[in-house]
């Protein structure tokens, strides 16, 4: 069973920037895909960015595309996401997860969560 732990949330002017990070231990190969997902008060949790286990292939929100970037670090079994040019609606607790069902950032198919990090972005 994975265990991810997200770091690296925080409050932070519009415009401004932020790095996540999550660790990943016992994230083996059985998982097609990791990722991002955001859920904003009284709102569903939505998918940011993933990334495919086996080829890398990077997935992005509409929303967040060309200002947040997915990457990821295999000898530190880390999942990065760096966010610029933040907006308000950017605002939420972030959550890493992983999903061993063959789905690109769909919500209901990832079932390991981490405890999630709060993005607060302030005009």
């Known amino acids: ?21 999550c660790a990943a231990s016992g994230f083996t190969s059985d998982y097609f895909a990791i990722g991002w997902f955001r859920q904003a008060p009284g709102k569903e949790r939505v998918g940011v960015s993933c990334l495919n286990n086996n080829d890398g292939t ?4 509409t ?3 060309g200002r947040f970037t997915i990457s ?34 769909v919500t209901r198919y990832y079932d390991s969560w981490g405890q999630g990090t709060q993005v607060t972005v302030f005009s």
């Open 1 to 21: 069973q994975v265990r991810l732990v997200e770091s690296g949330g925080g409050l932070v002017q519009v415009g401004g920037s932020l790095r996540l990070s």
């Open 63 to 65: 929303y967040v595309k």
């Open 72 to 105: 990821r670090d295999n000898a530190q079994n880390t999942l990065y996401l760096q966010m610029n040019g933040l907006e308000p609606d950017d605002t939420g607790v972030y959550y890493c997860a992983a999903s061993t069902a063959r789905a690109m950032c």
């Open 58 to 61: 990077t997935w992005y929100s």
